[in-house]
């Protein structure tokens, strides 16, 4: 087959019926176009909202469940055999993770692992005037918490670094800083579980956009929460993992409950929940792109049809003068194919420039101080998936009313002239 | 004799047709004749003879008949539509009462468009051929316009131009000169005349102008689906 002909042949056509042409690529040029720019700011989206989870959450956090001790020494005394002990108490006397420096570094060398960090995590009651309110003070490593889970995101005032270079500081939760009307620079009093008071001056303030948690965290240095708890210095209550394949986690929780005689905790049963969320949004994007290219389909199609009508003079001479039926074929072929490529390539075009746009609209939320214009995913897929089915859609859609063509009896339409 | 048996260009051998649409009538009736080179031949008959009909199986694009048609020696009979279409392309010529001129070409490229299908030469070539034929048919300063700039007879002779591109065995007309004044028809008459005594080309052309079937070398007459004269 001479395909430069029939290309050339598809060409003239789509020139000479240049209007009907525009107008189907503008059809298949929309439908890319919302398609990817839909699919960027759902995606956008969903990559926001799970990132106001996923983000600041370990996929696998180790620590020291309270619960009774699972070898009692009735177990030892009597030997095999079920023992029945009644009231039975949990014992809290020994929260920190043993060893947890040689855990720390088992970690570090695990490939699987993206980076660890260690943390206290303790109650304390913040008095500030004549308020006393209970807390939650998290002791972190901020250089480790900002890399690893983008701790730096969530302050909207102060510095962070300022808690590991100014000795007993503290950063509050914006509601909390609210209730108590504190502000950066004030000096709050911490009474810990252990009856240890401290003076600590505020240097910061955090923002989760969960109402309810900014009330209660508080986030400090681990040296000075360890001077809080009166604690030496390998007191560690809980190590956060952030792994390179967040899939991973249940399998190397369970791993690591085994190998660090820890509890361990990960990701997916903490929020299980939270998946489908982002998922269905995922389904609605794709399905309405899919339509949208459905009808852009039906356009050509359409367009198609019509195009053979007109044109069954030239498709009757052209099979007379030696033109096989798959050639005729190739040839509307090739004009929907065309349609498909001009409209996929401005699809992706304007895709892109809606995409931009909705980037620069802007957008406030409590939940994200640090987003101000509506997120957008700008992802390479995106663009493939919509040119692959601009052409896929096209190559159907022409399909039929090129078969038609091909069939196309020379005979009859030169005997009805 | 084996000279006579190569000369042969086209033959039918009993070909009957039938037309099933409302009922079933019998087109053509056991017809049967050969065409040589170089030879001129009219088909005339009264409208509704077959004339057409029989244009059309010889020319391969109907292939729902009984008997047998041999072009240059070779059986058409249950032959693929690809093979069809290609000994149309290479060895046989329309030429219709419409011109059939695709508009979104100019004049050259129609005449070529036949030749770059065969794809037998370079586009260079082909070009060059089709503005001999043109030059031959005297309309090589039409060669660059749309065939809606030109007047019927011109756009005919582009049509015969076309033709001849792929220089067939024969050359096939369905009413050549039936849009055409008395002026533009002697032209288009003495084209076939050259090409069938210059080129050694053979003609079969259906007509229902008595003149100009009168000047052809052999004129076939059908009646009712069959020959009666030839």
Same mark, same amino acid.
Request: hydrophobic residues 45%; contains cysteine; aromatic residues 10%.
């Given at each position: 087959?001479?395909?430069?002909?029939?290309?050339?042949?598809?060409?003239?056509?789509?020139?000479?019926?240049?209007?009907?042409?525009?107008?189907?690529?503008?059809?298949?040029?929309?439908?890319?176009?919302?398609?990817?720019?839909?699919?960027?700011?759902?995606?956008?989206?969903?990559?926001?909202?799970?990132?106001?989870?996923?983000?600041?959450?370990?996929?696998?956090?180790?620590?020291?469940?309270?619960? /009774?001790? /699972?070898?009692?020494?009735?177990?030892?005394?009597?030997?095999?055999?079920?023992?029945?002990?009644?009231?039975?108490?949990?014992?809290?006397?020994?929260?920190?993770?043993?060893?947890?420096?040689?855990?720390?570094?088992?970690?570090?060398?695990?490939?699987?692992?993206?980076?660890?960090?260690? *943390?206290?995590?303790?109650?304390?009651?913040?008095?500030?005037?004549?308020?006393?309110?209970?807390?939650?003070?998290?002791?972190?490593?901020?250089?480790?918490?900002?890399?690893?889970?983008?701790?730096?995101?969530?302050?909207?005032?102060?510095?962070?670094?300022?808690?590991?270079?100014?000795?007993?500081?503290?950063?509050?939760?914006?509601?909390?800083?609210? *209730?108590?009307?504190?502000?950066?620079?004030?000096?709050?009093?911490?009474?810990?579980?252990?009856?240890?008071?401290?003076?600590?001056?505020?240097?910061?303030?955090?923002?989760?956009?969960?109402?309810?948690?900014?009330?209660?965290?508080?986030?400090?240095?681990?040296?000075?929460?360890?001077?809080?708890?009166?604690?030496?210095?390998?007191?560690?209550?809980?190590?956060?993992? +952030?792994?390179?394949?967040?899939?991973?986690?249940?399998?190397?929780?369970?791993?690591?409950?085994?190998?660090?005689?820890?509890?361990?905790?990960?990701?997916?049963?903490?929020?299980?929940?939270?998946?489908?969320?982002?998922?269905? +949004?995922?389904?609605?994007?794709?399905?309405?792109?899919?339509?949208?290219?459905?009808?852009?389909?039906?356009?050509?199609?359409?367009?198609?049809?019509?195009?053979?009508?007109?044109?069954?003079?030239?498709?009757?001479?052209?099979?007379?003068?030696?033109?096989?039926? +798959?050639?005729?074929?190739?040839?509307?072929?090739?004009?929907?194919?065309?349609?498909?490529?001009?409209?996929?390539?401005?699809?992706?075009?304007?895709?892109?420039?809606?995409?931009?746009?909705?980037?620069?609209?802007?957008?406030?939320?409590?939940?994200?101080?640090?987003?101000?214009?509506?997120?957008?995913?700008?992802?390479?897929?995106?663009?493939?998936?919509?040119?692959?089915?601009?052409?896929?859609?096209?190559?159907?859609?022409?399909?039929? /009313?090129?078969?038609?063509?091909?069939?196309?009896?020379?005979?009859?339409?030169? *005997?009805?002239? | 004799?084996?000279?006579?048996?190569?000369?042969?260009?086209?033959?039918?051998?009993?070909?009957?047709?039938?037309?099933?649409?409302?009922?079933?009538?019998?087109?053509?009736?056991?017809?049967?004749?050969?065409?040589?080179?170089?030879?001129?031949?009219?088909?005339?008959?009264?409208?509704?003879?077959?004339?057409?009909?029989?244009?059309y199986v010889l020319s391969?694009?109907?292939?729902?008949?009984?008997?047998?048609?041999?072009?240059?020696?070779?059986?058409?009979?249950?032959?693929?539509?690809?093979?069809?279409?290609?000994?149309?392309?290479?060895?046989?010529?329309?030429?219709?009462?419409?011109?059939?001129?695709l508009k979104e070409f100019?004049?050259?490229?129609?005449?070529?468009?036949?030749?770059?299908?065969?794809?037998?030469?370079?586009?260079?070539?082909?070009?060059l051929d089709a503005l001999?034929?043109?030059?031959?048919?005297?309309?090589?300063?039409?060669?660059?316009?749309?065939?809606?700039?030109?007047?019927?007879?011109?756009?005919?002779?582009?049509?015969?131009?076309?033709?001849?591109?792929?220089?067939?065995?024969?050359?096939?007309?369905?009413?050549?000169?039936?849009?055409?004044?008395?002026?533009?028809?002697?032209?288009?008459?003495?084209?076939?005349?050259?090409?069938?005594?210059?080129?050694?080309?053979?003609?079969?052309?259906?007509?229902?102008?008595?003149?100009?079937?009168?000047?052809?070398?052999?004129?076939?007459?059908?009646?009712?689906?069959?020959?009666?004269?030839?």
């Amino acid at each position: 087959m001479n395909y430069s002909l029939i290309i050339s042949v598809s060409k003239s056509l789509l020139i000479a019926k240049w209007k009907q042409t525009l107008i189907a690529a503008i059809g298949v040029m929309i439908a890319i176009a919302m398609f990817i720019a839909l699919l960027s700011f759902m995606t956008g989206l969903n990559i926001m909202l799970d990132g106001l989870i996923l983000n600041r959450t370990a996929h696998i956090r180790l620590f020291k469940e309270i619960k /009774p001790n /699972p070898v009692q020494p009735a177990d030892n005394y009597f030997g095999s055999g079920h023992n029945f002990i009644s009231s039975l108490k949990s014992n809290t006397a020994r929260t920190e993770i043993y060893n947890n420096a040689a855990i720390s570094k088992a970690l570090q060398n695990d490939n699987r692992v993206a980076g660890s960090t260690e *943390r206290i995590t303790t109650q304390a009651f913040i008095s500030y005037g004549v308020i006393d309110i209970n807390a939650v003070v998290n002791g972190i490593d901020v250089a480790k918490e900002a890399a690893l889970f983008s701790f730096n995101d969530y302050i909207v005032k102060g510095n962070p670094a300022d808690l590991n270079n100014i000795p007993n500081t503290i950063i509050l939760g914006k509601a909390l800083a609210e *209730r108590m009307t504190v502000n950066t620079g004030d000096v709050i009093q911490a009474t810990s579980v252990a009856g240890i008071r401290y003076q600590l001056k505020v240097v910061g303030l955090f923002q989760s956009g969960i109402n309810d948690f900014d009330k209660v965290q508080c986030y400090a240095s681990i040296i000075t929460t360890q001077k809080l708890l009166n604690k030496p210095e390998n007191y560690i209550t809980d190590i956060g993992v +952030r792994l390179k394949d967040m899939s991973m986690a249940p399998a190397m929780a369970k791993e690591y409950m085994q190998i660090f005689e820890t509890d361990a905790e990960d990701i997916q049963s903490a929020n299980a929940q939270f998946e489908t969320g982002s998922r269905v +949004r995922s389904v609605i994007s794709y399905s309405v792109g899919i339509v949208l290219l459905l009808v852009a389909g039906f356009g050509i199609y359409n367009i198609l049809n019509m195009m053979i009508y007109e044109k069954m003079d030239s498709i009757a001479i052209m099979k007379a003068t030696g033109f096989s039926a +798959r050639d005729v074929r190739w040839v509307f072929m090739g004009i929907s194919m065309g349609i498909g490529i001009f409209g996929g390539i401005a699809g992706l075009i304007f895709g892109f420039v809606f995409s931009n746009v909705i980037d620069q609209i802007p957008f406030h939320t409590s939940a994200l101080p640090t987003i101000t214009t509506f997120p957008v995913n700008y992802d390479l897929r995106f663009y493939i998936i919509g040119i692959s089915f601009s052409l896929i859609t096209t190559y159907f859609a022409g399909w039929i /009313p090129s078969r038609k063509a091909g069939k196309v009896d020379p005979v009859i339409i030169i *005997r009805g002239k | 004799m084996e000279s006579s048996k190569q000369n042969i260009i086209l033959e039918a051998k009993n070909i009957t047709k039938y037309f099933y649409d409302p009922v079933k009538v019998k087109v053509l009736n056991d017809i049967s004749f050969a065409i040589k080179r170089s030879e001129f031949v009219s088909i005339i008959g009264k409208s509704g003879c077959g004339k057409s009909t029989l244009l059309y199986v010889l020319s391969t694009m109907d292939s729902d008949y009984e008997g047998d048609l041999f072009i240059d020696g070779e059986n058409m009979r249950g032959r693929k539509e690809k093979f069809l279409a290609n000994i149309r392309n290479e060895k046989i010529g329309f030429v219709f009462q419409f011109h059939y001129l695709l508009k979104e070409f100019n004049v050259l490229h129609n005449v070529m468009l036949p030749a770059l299908k065969l794809n037998l030469k370079s586009k260079e070539a082909i070009e060059l051929d089709a503005l001999n034929k043109l030059d031959m048919l005297g309309i090589k300063n039409l060669a660059v316009k749309k065939p809606n700039q030109l007047s019927g007879g011109e756009k005919q002779r582009v049509a015969i131009a076309r033709a001849m591109i792929n220089d067939p065995l024969i050359i096939m007309c369905d009413e050549p000169t039936g849009n055409l004044d008395k002026k533009n028809s002697s032209i288009v008459f003495d084209i076939f005349k050259r090409l069938s005594t210059e080129q050694g080309q053979a003609l079969l052309v259906v007509t229902h102008d008595p003149q100009f079937a009168e000047d052809t070398n052999r004129i076939i007459e059908m009646e009712d689906g069959r020959i009666i004269r030839q």
